[in-house]
């Protein structure tokens, strides 16, 4: 039996075990502009050929349009999605809150046990799967091994920030457009502060104290964001304030970045010769510490749930199985390359000899994610689950207006102070006002 006629008696297959959809079912995914989505749109003719009576529609919207979509969605149970992209910082949010349809269902082959159990515990809330991994990631350093060369200096393995910083001074050109070191600057809880608190726990930095107590203009933090700035200042590219994962992304891609601090998923992208101008040289390491026991990587999942305003419960099943099973997994790699299948959801993958010969970033994937600790993200204790976000409802609007903050001071339209001291303003007015 070829891959593709196995794959589709295997879907075929699910979609009888989910509770098979009525004639005729449409359902409407919303989802982010990530490759890895864009190439799921591309073979879910093979899905809609096995499950001929579920129509797909698509809504695929940037990274911080679509949170504020489905959000603003489910909060007010608009009922306009079936299946939504969200993130491990809302699946526990919303599971709890009753507004997630449990996934403990799922067909038997799709093998729940299989699941890294780092990424799989994100999205758990008292023992029920609320939604299926479609990607896993930490994040990493990417960097040019002919610069590296070059500026006459060698990666460690789990570098420093002040290697990084001294990497950067001796790979940037900006005559030639090269620079030093790429990293987000678009505001965002999800973009911006991302990075930046996975880089301040590394500093010994925390959102807020065992008390809920905000510390956002502490030295910890002072220094992180200090740091970052003079990265980015010196060795960065211009206009980086609007410069999110796609954007670096391309900028790499195109020879542009000597380094680049960001999520794990991104190393396919990068080593993909039709897509990136440096496939053949390109070097991983484990995100930079300070030496003092964390360091400045982060854990996240995007992946696929069901709001439980969806009319349309048993056919969403159906497709979150198809979209996150060891079956799409490899018909991606039928299609695109051991190289490019989604990774960082499962043990299989990390098993699979295929996939490791391909992929020369897996281990260090795996290592990244492995190292995130939700738990105790900082040095000091913490009242708060989560590494790179604070698992707490408040936290996307209340960061998101820091990273603006943030981004205003990489623009050069405020000191990193000013920027601080408003944010720390901004967080202790919303956690007064939400009672802690």
Do not use: H
Request: aromatic share 10%; glycine share 8%; with cysteine.
């Amino acid at each position: 039996m070829s891959l593709r006629v196995s794959m589709l008696a295997a879907t075929a297959v699910a979609a009888v075990t989910v509770g098979g959809a009525s004639a005729e079912t449409t359902i409407t995914i919303a989802t982010v502009n990530n490759g890895d989505m864009i190439r799921m749109q591309g073979l879910a003719d093979e899905f809609t050929a096995a499950n001929p009576d579920i129509k797909l529609e698509w809504v695929t919207l940037e990274e911080n349009v679509l949170r504020q979509r489905v959000t603003q969605d489910i909060a007010t149970k608009g009922g306009q999605f079936d299946v939504m992209t969200i993130g491990t910082y809302e699946v526990p949010i919303w599971g709890k809150q009753g507004w997630l349809v449990p996934l403990n269902d799922l067909p038997p082959a799709w093998d729940a046990d299989d699941l890294l159990p780092a990424i799989r515990g994100g999205l758990t809330v008292d023992g029920d799967l609320y939604a299926a991994p479609f990607y896993g990631e930490s994040s990493m350093v990417m960097y040019r091994t002919d610069l590296m060369e070059q500026a006459g200096l060698e990666m460690p393995q789990a570098p420093s920030w002040e290697f990084i910083g001294q990497a950067a001074e001796a790979m940037t050109d900006k005559e030639n457009e090269i620079y030093g070191i790429c990293l987000r600057g678009k505001a965002g809880w999800g973009e911006n502060i991302a990075l930046l608190t996975a880089m301040a726990n590394s500093f010994g930095a925390r959102w807020f104290d065992e008390n809920w107590q905000p510390e956002l203009n502490g030295p910890e933090w002072t220094q992180a964001v200090t740091y970052y700035m003079d990265l980015m200042n010196n060795y960065g590219p211009p206009g980086a304030s609007t410069n999110g994962f796609n954007e670096n992304l391309s900028l790499f891609q195109q020879g542009k970045c000597g380094m680049w601090i960001d999520a794990t998923v991104a190393a396919s992208f990068v080593t993909n010769p039709e897509e990136s101008t440096v496939a053949d040289k390109v070097g991983f390491a484990l995100a930079p510490d300070n030496g003092l026991g964390k360091r400045g990587n982060w854990l996240w999942a995007w992946s696929l749930a069901i709001p439980a305003g969806s009319d349309a419960t048993d056919a969403a099943k159906t497709f979150v199985a198809w979209a996150t099973s060891k079956e799409y997994t490899a018909l991606v790699a039928e299609n695109e390359g051991w190289a490019n299948v989604p990774p960082g959801t499962r043990i299989s993958l990390y098993e699979n000899a295929d996939y490791l010969a391909a992929a020369p970033f897996a281990e260090m994937t795996l290592a990244s994610i492995n190292a995130a600790d939700p738990t105790a993200p900082s040095i000091k204790p913490v009242p708060y689950t989560g590494v790179q976000f604070v698992a707490i409802p408040e936290f996307a609007g209340m960061a998101t207006e820091v990273g603006q903050e943030i981004s205003a001071a990489l623009a050069g339209q405020q000191s990193v102070q000013d920027a601080l001291d408003k944010a720390q303003a901004i967080a202790t007015d919303e956690m007064e006002a939400s009672g802690y």
